[in-house]
Structures are given as C-alpha cells and as structure tokens.
C-alpha cells in the first residue's frame, strides 16, 4: 500500500463509518458483546461504553494505533467479518503500541514543517495519521470519541475546533508503505473552506 491509498482509507473511516474510541480495538464491529470482551480485558473501557452503545449495530471500535493497524491489516467496513474485514497481524504488520510503532518508522523528525502526507504523528501513548493540508486522522476519545479529524499546526499542537492543548512530538515514515508526493487527483484535502488537491 503507498501513502495516498493509506490516507484515503483513514479518511474514509472518518468520514463515512460511525466510530467509538475503546481502547485495545481494531475494526470490532460495535456490539454489546464486543464492548464486553474489551471491557473483560480492559477495564478502564467502562468510561467508553455510554458512547459504544451509541453506535451498537452500525459501526466499529477503534483506538489509535487500531486504526492504523486494521487499515493495514486491510480493514473493508464489513460488519459481518470479524474485525471489519481486517485480518489480524497480517500483511507483514505485527500487533505493537503506538509507541513501539513510532519507534520503527523511517526518518523520524520533531520538525513538523517537513511532514509528509501518510507519515504518522506521536505524542507518548498516542498516535494519529497525517492527511496532508494540517489535518490528521486518529481514534480518540476526546471530542467526538471516535475516528476523526483534527488539526494539527507547523508547531505540532493538537486541536479541533480550536479547542485542545497536546502537542504531537514527533512524526515518521510507517516501514509498511511506499511514499509518494501527494498530487492533483490522488488526494482531496479540506483546509477550512478551501480545497486542496
């Protein structure tokens, strides 16, 4: 997979897919019985489950370094296969953290005036996808507690609307992809009301 295909996945997730954010979740279909296996191996999901209920029957569960995960494991949105459709640790990528995943990208940088589209941006614990245009896709619980996307500023401050106060620290080039320049026609990016492509 390269780059562009990546960043048009995670967007897709974003845009067209109702999401929960649960901690240890990769694509589970959004069920009570999902919820209950993530809760019986994590027990702080507990604090996710108002906002699971939500969506039960009609979307799926992720946290960040899931949605990485699932989509290279070749999540396709079915509700019917187990993980969305993703295979587990398949197609090369084994099942790691989000810090051990920054860990073992290429090119790896705290100057985010360089980023490219696809590299994944960190901060400890956490993890999300550069779409391009100061964007970035991740599973979170904050905001909407789901699969979203946020911005992110030349600096790496994190926000939505304005609102938030982390800060991204480094970002890097995933080992799994090839990359290439985002060009016209690949990828659509909104920036405010503009459109970039």
Same mark, same amino acid.
């Given at each position: 997979?390269?780059?562009?295909?990546?960043?048009?996945?995670?967007?897709?997730?974003?845009?067209?897919?109702?999401?929960?954010?649960?901690?240890?979740?990769?694509?589970?279909?959004?069920?009570?019985?999902?919820?209950?296996?993530?809760?019986?191996?994590?027990?702080?999901?507990?604090?996710?489950?108002?906002?699971?209920?939500?969506?039960?029957? &009609?979307?799926?569960?992720?946290?960040? *370094?899931? @949605?990485?995960?699932? $989509?290279?494991?070749?999540?396709? %949105?079915? !509700?019917?296969?187990?993980?969305?459709?993703?295979?587990?640790?398949?197609?090369?990528?084994?099942?790691?953290?989000?810090?051990?995943?920054?860990?073992?990208?290429?090119?790896?940088?705290?100057?985010?005036? &360089?980023?490219?589209?696809?590299?994944? *941006?960190? @901060?400890?614990?956490? $993890?999300?996808?550069?779409?391009? %245009?100061? !964007?970035?896709?991740?599973?979170?619980?904050?905001?909407?507690?789901?699969?979203?996307?946020?911005?992110?500023?030349?600096?790496?401050?994190?926000?939505?609307?304005?609102?938030?106060?982390?800060?991204?620290?480094?970002?890097?080039?995933?080992?799994?992809?090839?990359?290439?320049?985002?060009?016209?026609?690949?990828?659509?990016?909104?920036?405010?009301?503009?459109?970039?492509?």
């Amino acid at each position: 997979m390269n780059n562009i295909e990546f960043v048009n996945k995670a967007k897709n997730i974003a845009e067209n897919y109702k999401t929960a954010y649960v901690w240890g979740a990769f694509g589970f279909t959004a069920n009570a019985t999902n919820m209950q296996r993530l809760i019986d191996q994590y027990s702080k999901n507990n604090q996710y489950l108002a906002r699971a209920r939500q969506i039960y029957g &009609n979307g799926f569960f992720f946290d960040c *370094v899931g @949605l990485i995960k699932s $989509i290279l494991w070749g999540f396709s %949105g079915n !509700k019917n296969a187990t993980y969305g459709g993703a295979k587990y640790a398949s197609n090369g990528v084994n099942d790691i953290s989000a810090d051990q995943m920054i860990n073992i990208c290429k090119g790896v940088s705290t100057d985010f005036k &360089n980023i490219e589209v696809g590299e994944v *941006v960190w @901060l400890p614990g956490h $993890i999300g996808i550069y779409i391009g %245009g100061g !964007k970035v896709v991740e599973a979170t619980p904050a905001w909407s507690g789901g699969v979203q996307i946020s911005d992110i500023s030349t600096s790496g401050k994190r926000t939505k609307n304005g609102v938030g106060t982390a800060v991204w620290k480094k970002h890097g080039k995933l080992p799994y992809l090839t990359y290439e320049k985002a060009t016209e026609g690949k990828i659509k990016l909104e920036t405010g009301n503009d459109i970039v492509w």
